[in-house]
């Protein structure tokens, strides 16, 4: 049984819309594909004609003459249909292949831009399927069965018209024939299909998704001797596959018998009514042969049509995937926003940052920060703790306008977050995470990611002002050595060291760091801090505090419990008084001494 999805999914008339605005953008190349590709068709549809033509002569005496005529117009035209064929071939290239990039583009950028709170509550597997399991879907039809299937249509249709000048007659009494059950078939195939690939490329979403949580918890679960359990959970999965694929070969398997018995019925009708024709002398041997050869020849684009059929259902299925991540509402920092007049500080000052009444969660109705009220000082320097739960990573994000606020607003050097685009965020505010992400590229290169404009001699110095230079240096090509999964591999603190060398070249006013040294030693998260500190001089700072030592060189310590501020004040004042704070350090200096 899948789940429901976590993402939304498009409705096919939405997904429709997108792939016929696609190619609307390519309308001319597109007339030209079907052009070219009718061309080559007409051209090769000339044999059974051409036969019926030798059969007449043969039977009227004539049939050398006739039979060097027709053997030398179907070399002809056989050659001019390869020819036009070859030409289709590479504009169905071109314009499926640039289609297909926009639309990867496209859905790239949405993603990019999706609130990360939407990302949280869905989890990466399902992102992951979408963009990678889907796109390949996608990228499969678009390059076979896509021009398959138009070749297969426009031959169906023009065999049909060949039948037409060939005898009308014999062609109403094929489809009388075999119209009938094959749009019974294709109604009730149509009415069910749609619904049986969607819920299959869930099942793969779903089964994808719990593979990689249990590779990235592969330690966990070692650990607690829960595998079993989680093979449980993986067999069910991979039992919904299943069935979402028996669903849809069902589909399949009740339409391809009816199509195939529709054209066997339609083959005997023109033989019967034809030989009462011919009897009568109403039509010719060669016409009903010729109409009955392209009876036979309907067989190849039907069977084309059939085989591809289920390459685009899975496509359907993948693209109202597809184009649901591009109807979630993007972050607001991404689109819509006033842009700030760009005028660069005359020196690193920092910004205030005040928040009046915000409120904030990742589930309806349960707020993680509710009516908060903080007022920074430019230049200040404040430590947020609090218990674990508290709100603290949550106000970090919120501050780096990861988030948007439910109510109550955030103002950035007097600026509302909300009225700022994602660079003006960017030029005005740094967040450094926890977990400091390595991009599978060179050192320079990840350190550029938050300045691109930095040279190598500020990169080596942002690096030793963290502590890293050493190591960095000792690298096998020094700056240019590749890192990250594809690379060079780096520990917990290295990573946390470059995210911090990101934050020194990107130079912002204010900075907001969420336990940034959190990987590091004690003795080197504080040399590190007292570097930190000479080249943060002037700017605002917010540091979310692990350890609470680091929180006694804060000009102000703002303590929160249940998404609140229950406490502010330097070290000393709060210690001074019975409360909040005083209870967490006097927990982490036991914790400490405990420890030692």
């Given at each position: 049984m899948t789940t429901q999805p976590l993402l939304p999914v498009a409705g096919h008339q939405a997904a429709r819309a997108r792939i016929i605005r696609l190619?609307?953008?390519?309308?001319?190349?597109?007339?030209?594909l079907i052009l070219l590709s009718g061309t080559s068709i007409a051209a090769t549809l000339s044999g059974p004609m051409l036969i019926g033509m030798v059969i007449d002569a043969v039977m009227g005496g004539d049939g050398q003459r006739v039979v060097t005529f027709a053997a030398l117009a179907y070399a002809v035209l056989?050659?001019?249909?390869?020819?036009?064929?070859?030409?289709?071939?590479?504009?169905?290239?071109?314009?499926?292949?640039?289609?297909l990039r926009e639309l990867r583009v496209e859905v790239f950028d949405h993603a990019l831009g999706v609130p990360l709170d939407v990302v949280d509550r869905a989890g990466t597997g399902e992102f992951t399927s979408r963009l990678t399991s889907d796109v390949n879907v996608l990228v499969r039809a678009v390059r076979e069965s896509a021009p398959n299937v138009l070749f297969a249509a426009l031959e169906l249709i023009l065999i049909v018209v060949a039948l037409l000048l060939v005898d009308w007659r014999l062609c109403i009494v094929a489809l009388l024939a075999g119209a009938p059950l094959t749009v019974a078939a294709g109604a009730w195939y149509a009415r069910r299909a749609p619904a049986r690939y969607l819920a299959e490329r869930q099942a793969h979403a779903d089964l994808a998704s719990g593979l990689l949580q249990c590779y990235r918890g592969r330690s966990t679960l070692a650990a607690y001797r829960a595998g079993g359990r989680y093979r449980w959970s993986m067999a069910q999965r991979g039992r919904a596959v299943l069935d979402a694929g028996l669903s849809t070969t069902a589909a399949r398997n009740r339409l391809r018998p009816a199509v195939r018995l529709s054209l066997g019925l339609a083959l005997i009708g023109v033989i019967i009514v034809g030989a009462a024709l011919v009897g009568a002398g109403a039509a010719t041997v060669g016409a009903v042969s010729a109409i009955a050869l392209y009876i036979v020849r309907l067989q190849a684009p039907v069977?084309?049509?059939?085989?591809?059929?289920?390459?685009?259902?899975?496509?359907?299925?993948?693209?109202?995937?597809?184009v649901?991540?591009?109807?979630?509402?993007?972050?607001?920092?991404?689109?819509?926003?006033?842009?700030?007049?760009?005028?660069?500080?005359?020196?690193?000052?920092?910004?205030?940052?005040?928040?009046?009444?915000?409120?904030?969660?990742?589930?309806p109705g349960r707020p993680v920060v509710q009516a908060l009220d903080l007022h920074v000082q430019a230049g200040e320097r404040i430590t947020i703790v609090g218990s674990s739960g508290a709100g603290k990573t949550t106000l970090a994000k919120l501050l780096a306008g990861l988030h948007e606020p439910w109510s109550g607003e955030i103002r950035i050097g007097g600026h509302r977050t909300h009225d700022l685009g994602a660079e003006e965020m960017a030029r005005l505010v740094a967040l450094v995470p926890q977990e400091g992400h390595i991009f599978s590229r060179t050192v320079a290169d990840n350190v550029r990611l938050a300045a691109h404009g930095v040279t190598e001699e500020q990169i080596n110095e942002a690096l030793a002002l963290v502590g890293a230079g050493s190591w960095a240096a000792g690298l096998p090509q020094g700056l240019d050595t590749l890192v990250g999964e594809e690379g060079h591999g780096l520990g917990p603190p290295q990573a946390q060291q470059i995210g911090l060398a990101r934050l020194v070249c990107a130079d912002p006013p204010v900075v907001v760091m969420d336990e940034a040294t959190a990987e590091l030693d004690p003795s080197a998260a504080a040399r590190t801090e007292h570097h930190l500190s000479a080249a943060l001089a002037g700017r605002t700072v917010i540091t979310v505090a692990h350890r609470l030592d680091s929180a006694t060189r804060a000009d102000r310590i703002v303590v929160m419990e249940a998404g609140r501020v229950v406490e502010c004040g330097s070290h000393e004042e709060l210690l001074a008084r019975p409360g909040h704070y005083a209870a967490l350090w006097q927990q982490w200096r036991s914790s400490r001494a405990s420890g030692a």
């Amino acid at each position: 049984m899948t789940t429901q999805p976590l993402l939304p999914v498009a409705g096919h008339q939405a997904a429709r819309a997108r792939i016929i605005r696609l190619l609307r953008d390519r309308w001319r190349r597109l007339v030209l594909l079907i052009l070219l590709s009718g061309t080559s068709i007409a051209a090769t549809l000339s044999g059974p004609m051409l036969i019926g033509m030798v059969i007449d002569a043969v039977m009227g005496g004539d049939g050398q003459r006739v039979v060097t005529f027709a053997a030398l117009a179907y070399a002809v035209l056989a050659a001019t249909g390869a020819a036009f064929h070859y030409l289709a071939g590479i504009t169905a290239a071109r314009v499926g292949e640039s289609a297909l990039r926009e639309l990867r583009v496209e859905v790239f950028d949405h993603a990019l831009g999706v609130p990360l709170d939407v990302v949280d509550r869905a989890g990466t597997g399902e992102f992951t399927s979408r963009l990678t399991s889907d796109v390949n879907v996608l990228v499969r039809a678009v390059r076979e069965s896509a021009p398959n299937v138009l070749f297969a249509a426009l031959e169906l249709i023009l065999i049909v018209v060949a039948l037409l000048l060939v005898d009308w007659r014999l062609c109403i009494v094929a489809l009388l024939a075999g119209a009938p059950l094959t749009v019974a078939a294709g109604a009730w195939y149509a009415r069910r299909a749609p619904a049986r690939y969607l819920a299959e490329r869930q099942a793969h979403a779903d089964l994808a998704s719990g593979l990689l949580q249990c590779y990235r918890g592969r330690s966990t679960l070692a650990a607690y001797r829960a595998g079993g359990r989680y093979r449980w959970s993986m067999a069910q999965r991979g039992r919904a596959v299943l069935d979402a694929g028996l669903s849809t070969t069902a589909a399949r398997n009740r339409l391809r018998p009816a199509v195939r018995l529709s054209l066997g019925l339609a083959l005997i009708g023109v033989i019967i009514v034809g030989a009462a024709l011919v009897g009568a002398g109403a039509a010719t041997v060669g016409a009903v042969s010729a109409i009955a050869l392209y009876i036979v020849r309907l067989q190849a684009p039907v069977s084309t049509l059939l085989e591809e059929l289920d390459a685009i259902q899975q496509a359907t299925a993948a693209s109202t995937r597809l184009v649901g991540i591009a109807q979630i509402p993007r972050h607001r920092g991404t689109i819509g926003a006033r842009p700030l007049a760009r005028q660069p500080l005359a020196r690193p000052e920092g910004i205030d940052v005040v928040l009046s009444g915000v409120e904030f969660g990742y589930e309806p109705g349960r707020p993680v920060v509710q009516a908060l009220d903080l007022h920074v000082q430019a230049g200040e320097r404040i430590t947020i703790v609090g218990s674990s739960g508290a709100g603290k990573t949550t106000l970090a994000k919120l501050l780096a306008g990861l988030h948007e606020p439910w109510s109550g607003e955030i103002r950035i050097g007097g600026h509302r977050t909300h009225d700022l685009g994602a660079e003006e965020m960017a030029r005005l505010v740094a967040l450094v995470p926890q977990e400091g992400h390595i991009f599978s590229r060179t050192v320079a290169d990840n350190v550029r990611l938050a300045a691109h404009g930095v040279t190598e001699e500020q990169i080596n110095e942002a690096l030793a002002l963290v502590g890293a230079g050493s190591w960095a240096a000792g690298l096998p090509q020094g700056l240019d050595t590749l890192v990250g999964e594809e690379g060079h591999g780096l520990g917990p603190p290295q990573a946390q060291q470059i995210g911090l060398a990101r934050l020194v070249c990107a130079d912002p006013p204010v900075v907001v760091m969420d336990e940034a040294t959190a990987e590091l030693d004690p003795s080197a998260a504080a040399r590190t801090e007292h570097h930190l500190s000479a080249a943060l001089a002037g700017r605002t700072v917010i540091t979310v505090a692990h350890r609470l030592d680091s929180a006694t060189r804060a000009d102000r310590i703002v303590v929160m419990e249940a998404g609140r501020v229950v406490e502010c004040g330097s070290h000393e004042e709060l210690l001074a008084r019975p409360g909040h704070y005083a209870a967490l350090w006097q927990q982490w200096r036991s914790s400490r001494a405990s420890g030692a």
